[in-house]
Nanobody, 124 residues
């Protein structure tokens, strides 16, 4: 069993920054590919960004491209989501998800393990 734990959420003003962390633990503490998703009230869960096993490839949703950055530190079994220039429409619960493939996927169905989520609220 693999456990993913997100941290770093909170309340921030428009234009501010937050860095979310996703740390893996359990029987296999390293997950090759990781995706970040978010879900706002009344909306479906949407893909935000993803990173492959060694961090050489990343992908982002158009809505966050240029503002968000996904990175990883495999020595710490941790993947990060750096969020800059935050907007009120970024308000959501953010989830990290892992899959045992070398490359990321862009849909929730492609992921095997999920964290519990962390709330990000951007005030206007």
């Amino acid at each position: 069993q693999v456990h993913l734990v997100e941290s770093g959420g909170g309340l921030v003003q428009t234009g501010g920054s937050l860095r979310l962390s996703c740390t893996a633990s359990g029987r296999t503490s390293s997950i090759p590919a990781v995706g970040w998703f978010r879900q706002a009230p009344g909306r479906e869960r949407e893909f935000v960004g993803g990173i492959n096993w060694n961090g050489s490839r990343t992908v982002y949703a158009d809505s966050v491209k240029g503002r968000f950055t996904v990175s990883r530190d495999n020595a710490k079994n941790t993947v990060y989501l750096q969020m800059n220039s935050l907007k009120p429409e970024d308000t959501a619960v953010y989830y990290c998800a892992g899959r045992f493939y070398s490359d990321y996927g862009a849909t929730a169905e492609q992921y095997d393990y999920w964290g519990q989520g962390t709330q990000v609220t951007v005030s206007s």
